[in-house]
C-alpha cells in the first residue's frame, strides 16, 4: 500500500472569542467515505480515495480550526475489494490501512493546523517543544 496523493479541499480557522483562562483544546480526525479513484498508474492495483475530517475545538467555545481532505492510496485489487467491502457494511477501515493513512494525515494537518492557529491569534493545537 502506497499514499500517492493527498489534497486539502477545506481550511477553516475561527477565533469566536478572545483567549483568556483555560482552554481545552480537542483534536479529532474521522474518515468521511471511501471510494475508489480513476487512477491509472498500475493494472494490477486499484486506487482508493478516503475523505477525512480534522477538527481542533477550542473549549469553551473560544474557537475551531476544521481542515477536510482525500487521501488516495494505491493497493492490490484484493485489499481493496475488500476495504471498500468493509466501509460499506461497517464504516470501518482495516487497521493497517487506518494506521498508516491516519499517521499521514495527522502529519499534514498538524502542521496546517499550527499555521492556521498562528494566522488567527489561537495557542497551536498540539503541544510545541519548549526550552527549559
Not at 498538524?110 to 489561537?122: F, P, R, T
Request: proline letters at 5%; aromatic letters at 6%; hydrophobic letters at 40%.
Amino acid at each position: 500500500m502506497t499514499i500517492v496523493g493527498f489534497n486539502f479541499t477545506k481550511l477553516v480557522a475561527e477565533k469566536k472569542r478572545p483567549v483568556k483562562g483555560k482552554i481545552n483544546i480537542k483534536n479529532n480526525v474521522s474518515i468521511k467515505n471511501i471510494s475508489e479513484s480513476k487512477l491509472a498508474i498500475d493494472a494490477k492495483k486499484k486506487a482508493l480515495k478516503f475523505d477525512f475530517v480534522y477538527t481542533s475545538s477550542y473549549e469553551p467555545g473560544v474557537g475551531l480550526i476544521e481542515i477536510e481532505g482525500e487521501t488516495i492510496f494505491l493497493a492490490d485489487e484484493k485489499v481493496a475489494k475488500e476495504t471498500l467491502s468493509k466501509w460499506k457494511k461497517e464504516k470501518k477501515a482495516p487497521s493497517q490501512i487506518m494506521r498508516e493513512l491516519m499517521n499521514h494525515i495527522l502529519t499534514r494537518c498538524n502542521v496546517e493546523a499550527i499555521v492556521l492557529s498562528k494566522d488567527i491569534n489561537l495557542p497551536a493545537p498540539i503541544p510545541l517543544p519548549k526550552m527549559k
